[in-house]
């Protein structure tokens, strides 16, 4: 079976690759670097000839409000068109757990905004809700750094390895559409503010994490369930003390 991965270079993307072509699937990695722009259509009818599904892992460069909206929606929209036109019977979206719920976030209403145009194109879909990576830990810690000092709600979240959710999203894509969406969670909870210190802590970054319960999250307020997936979720096998000793040592 042919799939092509839209963002098939990147973090996620790259993982999926991998495993679909251990699983002996054609799977053709499509982004800027391998010649296929969504945002220009660049390559893209060429890519997607005789796929029977597409994967979207891609992501936009900037997450400033105007431009990650404008990302998604022109991305989403050139993707299913092409999809439309080339056949493609099954198009997957990652996407985030608790989107709907992010509303003040710009990012998140980047992917609201992408997943409404999913839900309304005539292509068969699933949609795969991931909570946050662990190899995203740095990437919150950033955005919610003010002055050096790091501020983030006790709140819980549940994350998992980028692994397991390209594990979750390979199964998704060899499976039938589901038109729907299906969530996917690591294996425990943490409080965000004591996850992001632990995960500082580890790679020696001496930024002080202060918790603060009105810090907000790329932009929005988060509640104490906000960033949980409700029951039915699938879970990950990774812990993350596991995931750590893991990274750890391919950086020594
Ligand atoms: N971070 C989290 O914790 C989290 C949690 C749940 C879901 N997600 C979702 O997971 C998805 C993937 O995230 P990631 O961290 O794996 O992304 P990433 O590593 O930043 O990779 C982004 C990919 O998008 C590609 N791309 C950028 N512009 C493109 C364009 N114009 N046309 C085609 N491809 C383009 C990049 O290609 P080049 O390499 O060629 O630039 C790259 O392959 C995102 O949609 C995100 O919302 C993230």
Do not use: C
């Amino acid at each position: 079976m042919k799939l092509v991965i839209i963002g098939g270079t990147g973090l996620i993307g790259s993982k999926l690759v991998g495993k679909l072509r251990e699983h002996g699937h054609q799977a053709v990695p499509a982004s800027p670097d391998t010649g296929v722009n969504t945002l220009t259509g660049q390559g893209l009818a060429e890519a997607l000839a005789g796929a029977a599904v597409v994967v979207d892992v891609s992501n936009s460069p900037s997450f400033e409000a105007a431009a990650v909206l404008s990302f998604f929606e022109t991305s989403t929209r050139n993707l299913l068109a092409a999809e439309a036109a080339a056949g493609v019977g099954h198009h997957v979206a990652l996407s985030v757990v608790g989107t709907e719920r992010l509303t003040e976030s710009g990012y998140f209403r980047a992917k609201i905004a992408q997943e409404s145009l999913i839900r309304s194109s005539s292509v068969p879909y699933s949609i795969v809700h991931a909570t946050q990576f662990f190899e995203f830990i740095k990437s919150i810690a950033d955005a919610a750094t003010v002055g050096g000092t790091v501020r983030l709600a006790p709140v819980l979240i549940q994350p998992m390895a980028a692994d397991d959710v390209a594990k979750a999203v390979e199964r998704v894509a060899v499976g039938s559409p589901l038109n729907g969406t299906v969530e996917v969670a690591g294996p425990q909870q943490f409080r965000l503010d004591e996850l992001i210190r632990e995960g500082l802590r580890a790679r020696h970054d001496a930024r002080e994490v202060v918790s603060d319960p009105e810090a907000r999250y790329f932009g929005a307020k988060l509640a104490e369930r906000t960033l949980l997936p409700g029951d039915g979720a699938r879970i990950g096998e990774t812990r993350f003390e596991a995931w750590l000793d893991q990274a750890l040592v391919a950086t020594r």
